[in-house]
T-cell receptor
């Protein structure tokens, strides 16, 4: 069985602060994919990143960065210099290599105050 | 990128009636479509997986007679909530994947169902 844990339910920061969202996963698969999605108040899921289990390189995309640590089964997400538009619910998700069923974490609500 | 649409975006129906939600892949052929349900302030829970031309596979605890899923073509899947009750009120989201880059799921914008 696959499981994704996002321990932080809510995070509130002031604009320009950095915020890190934790994600820990469990899987018996040796190969798998990890994802982060953003869900703004409109409800539509926005894809942020996909990482496969072979690739442990960290990634940076603008103000977003991801730290994948296979040894600790973690895939953390950092927003640098947060902005009000970053306010949303962020989901970490996991899928196996060939079944493609996404298991979502509980989500972390990020509120960025001006 | 690949686009998935859902219709309607929101619907209000009376208890006991049925409502159909459509999920369409607009610019690719969806070999598999997934239906998720999301209650307020909760995560997405997979309800069922449907492959074109075959019966849907439901997750444990999901009533297949209540949530009818049809994947009649490579671009359309429908979810029908039969004899809806207020507890069925939720946000329903579909996703689709194609043959290429099969690990990618493209999400629809969701349908908010309110049963009165």
């Amino acid at each position: 069985a696959q499981k994704v844990t996002q321990a932080q339910t809510e995070i509130s920061v002031v604009e320009k602060e950095d915020v890190t969202l934790d994600c820990v996963y469990e899987t018996r698969d040796t190969t798998y994919y990890l994802f982060w999605y953003k869900q703004p108040p409109s409800g539509e899921l926005v894809f942020l990143i996909r990482r496969n289990s072979f690739d442990e390189q960290n990634e940076i995309s603008g103000r977003y960065s991801w730290n994948f640590q296979k040894s600790t089964s973690s895939f953390n997400f950092t927003i640098t210099a947060s902005q009000v538009v970053d306010s949303a619910v962020y989901f970490c998700a996991l899928t196996g290599w060939d079944d493609y069923k996404l298991s979502f974490g509980a989500g972390t609500t990020v509120t960025v105050r001006a | 990128g690949a686009v998935v649409s859902q219709h309607p975006s929101w619907v209000i129906c009376k208890s006991g009636t049925s409502v159909k939600i459509e999920c369409r892949s607009l610019d690719f052929q969806a070999t598999t479509m997934f239906w998720y349900r999301q209650f307020p302030k909760q995560s997405l829970m997979l309800m069922a997986t449907s492959n074109e031309g075959s019966k849907a596979t439901y997750e444990q605890g999901v009533e297949k007679d209540k949530f009818l899923i049809n994947h009649a073509s490579l671009t359309l899947s429908t979810l029908t909530v039969t004899s809806a009750h207020p507890e069925d009120s939720s946000f329903y989201i579909c996703s689709a994947r194609g043959r290429d880059r099969a690990y990618e799921q493209y999400f629809g914008p969701g349908t908010r169902l309110t049963v009165t």
